[in-house]
């Protein structure tokens, strides 16, 4: 409890967010005057939380494969906010696979330890990250008792999930020959017209050099292709002497892709043409897999080959063939049952801290290496230095749990002369504890109704939840985004923004934002005096923002309050002990960096901006919104809310 906290209602922890509590407090008011002294160009301000819980606790490996939307995998570092991927929801008493979205996506650097399973699954996280085990959600260590207490992982917790994924093949020569052989086998006046095989046929025929017989590969109706013709025979071009691993790969794809079928969790590959059964059995038993061949008893001598073993056979096949066609691939609605040796044998501290990434999905779990892993509860945002100088500032956050209703009645107020209203002036709206708390949709309906105009400012990508809120704001009321991005040199982003996530998924972001039609503006803030500073590298950075549709930008330097600055120096005396002496130089006035320099920073960035088209500022189109600052304004400090890192 915080003694003397006024409307204080209860004091949580939870294990979603280890180490933090939250203070729930009934507000007496939501709308705050910005004081006169400020240098910003707004006058009221929203700030539903005080502190920020930017802290990320759960992370894993970036090698560590995700299951995506199309069935196949890629290595968590490597997502973007946007990708399908799949996640798990609870139907009565089953969890089932489900397709679901990145929302987020940063990395930070953190201990690592090994989880190792009895399948021979080798797991690289954080101790904080939780996996889904029989007995529920466990972190990878904890306590049985005292302020560590919490659910972790000892040997003989059995994990949930299919099995470590298989490697996907690459498409060698001999892998496309075994595609296109299996592809159109025997297809005699047929087509194939599943538009992925069509188009991976195409690619391949084009890059192949050997004489494949008559194949056709013609448009038919809606924009579609088609594949058909004779399957080539023996020889070049049709089933080798003796086919290496990477040919039988091809086949079983290109065989799956043209006769497969994946239905109620049963996968079959049938076919007329006993030559065929009898090689794509061989091909499956090269690779272990487990099959029978059932006979219809058809006149047409169609027999079908079915796979067992389940979903982690399915899996398997499905990652270590490679085939084409997605909705082949589909595991949406499966049970999760785990029928593969998933228990933990050891969980052992590697002695280094790594790189380490982590998500948030819309299930709040994802599928990493074949086992159900917890996301963060949310994702932290905006790590800003001057804010972060003590550590009740991280792990204690007073939530104003009612801040839209009073908002919504200080709005009614005839008074209320509906001015600009900007966010994220103090802390982040979007910062972790609203993915549990979610007030800001109940804060953007209220100032829509009664059509106030406002500003967001965000260092993350939680907002994308609430786009289509944002969009519809926008409709009655005039609405500004802003998001900031400082950083693109990913080792300085890990030791000065611990836990953000990185530049491409804040671009990636700003792209969404303008797909919606909303104006969004980049705070390229702060900028490192001697780091971050060159005409090479602002150049780099104006150029990949202005890729995404950025509205504009603004540049602002680093600001460095008392707090932030014995902490930033003592990081430079550490890691760049050169660069001290000129710092203190540069910052020998105070807060803000000398004013020589910031003049000689808006002679670099102008031309730069212009040549970028984001020379309008963070907040072009949007004049009647200053929530974001307007202008390429480097020579001029900002306010409180731009002393970002």
């Known amino acids: 409890m915080l003694p003397g906290l006024s409307g204080l209602l209860r004091s949580v922890r939870t294990p979603e967010f280890d180490g933090v509590v939250f203070h729930e407090v009934e507000a ?178 084009a890059r192949c050099d050997v004489p494949l017989g008559e194949l056709i590969v013609q448009e038919v109706g809606g924009g579609r292709g088609a594949v058909s013709g004779p399957g080539p025979g023996r020889g070049p071009g049709g089933w080798p002497e003796a086919p290496d691993d990477q040919w039988c790969r091809g086949f079983l794809a290109g065989i799956y892709d043209a006769e497969g079928s994946y239905s109620r969790g049963i996968l079959r590959i049938p076919h007329r043409d006993g030559r065929v059964v009898e090689q794509t059995a061989a091909a499956l038993r090269r690779f272990g897999f487990d099959f029978t061949v059932e006979d219809g008893g058809r006149s047409n001598g169609l027999r079908c080959i079915r796979l067992l073993g389940g979903l982690p056979e399915q899996l398997r096949l499905f990652h270590s063939v490679d085939p084409a066609v997605t909705r082949k691939r589909s595991i949406t609605g499966r049970a999760i049952k785990t029928a593969v040796p998933l228990d933990v044998v050891s969980v052992e501290p590697l002695g280094m801290q790594l790189p380490m990434y982590d998500i948030t999905t819309g299930t709040g779990d994802f599928i990493a290496d074949g086992v159900v892993s917890h996301n963060c509860f949310a994702r932290n945002t905006h790590t800003y230095l001057d804010l972060d100088a ?34 994220g002036t103090n802390t982040d709206p979007y910062q972790r504890a609203e993915g549990r708390y979610r007030l800001m949709p109940g804060i953007v309906a209220a100032l829509a109704r009664s059509g106030t105009p406002f500003s967001v400012l965000t260092k993350g990508t939680m907002l994308t939840r609430d786009l289509p809120l944002l969009v519809a704001a926008a409709k009655d009321v005039p609405v500004g985004l802003g998001v900031s991005i400082a950083l693109t040199d990913r080792e300085l982003q890990a030791n000065l923004e611990p836990g953000t996530p990185s530049p491409p998924a804040r671009l990636e972001m700003v792209r969404r934002i303008r797909e919606t039609g909303l104006p969004c503006g980049v705070m390229v803030a702060p900028v490192l005096p001697l780091l971050t500073d060159s005409e090479a590298a602002l150049d780099d950075l104006f150029g990949k923002i202005a890729a995404t549709g950025a509205t504009g930008a603004t540049v602002l330097a680093l600001h460095l309050r008392k707090g932030t600055r014995e902490w930033f120096l003592q990081w430079l005396a550490r890691e760049l002990p050169e660069l001290v002496e000129p710092y203190r130089a540069l910052y020998r006035r105070g807060a803000y960096v000398d004013p020589e320099y910031r003049r000689a920073l808006a002679e670099r960035t102008r031309p730069l901006l212009r040549r970028h088209g984001l020379a309008g500022g963070a907040a072009a189109g949007l004049r009647a919104t200053p929530g974001i600052p307007a202008g390429p304004r480097p020579e001029r400090p900002g306010g409180d809310q731009l002393t970002l890192l």
């Open 28 to 205: 007496r008011s939501a709308l705050n005057r910005v004081p006169g002294s400020s240098q910003v160009p707004f006058e009221w301000t929203v700030n539903p939380y005080r502190g920020c819980s930017h802290a990320c606790t759960y992370c894993l490996a970036g090698e560590t494969a995700v299951l995506t939307a199309d069935g196949r995998t890629k290595p968590i570092a490597e997502l973007r906010v946007g990708d399908g991927i799949y996640g798990t929801v609870r139907e009565g008493t089953y969890r089932r696979y489900a397709l679901t979205e990145v929302l987020a996506h940063w990395s930070t650097v953190k201990p690592a330890y090994r989880i190792t399973l009895a399948d021979g699954t080798e797991l690289v996280a954080s101790g904080d990250h939780r996996f889904l085990t029989e007995r529920g959600w466990k972190h990878v260590t904890g306590q049985m008792g005292g302020p560590g207490q919490r659910p972790y992982l000892t040997a003989g917790n059995s994990l949930l999930g299919t099995g470590r994924f298989a490697a996907q093949p690459e498409h060698g020569p001999q892998y496309r020959l075994g595609y296109l052989c299996g592809v159109v086998r025997d297809r005699v006046g047929r087509r194939l017209v599943d538009l992925e095989a069509v188009q991976r046929s195409r690619r391949f025929l």
């Open 390 to 423: 003590g550590q009740d500032f991280n792990s204690q956050i007073v939530v104003k749990v009612n801040v839209a209703r009073v908002l919504e009645r200080e709005l009614r107020s005839p008074r209320w002369g509906r001015e600009q209203v900007a966010m």
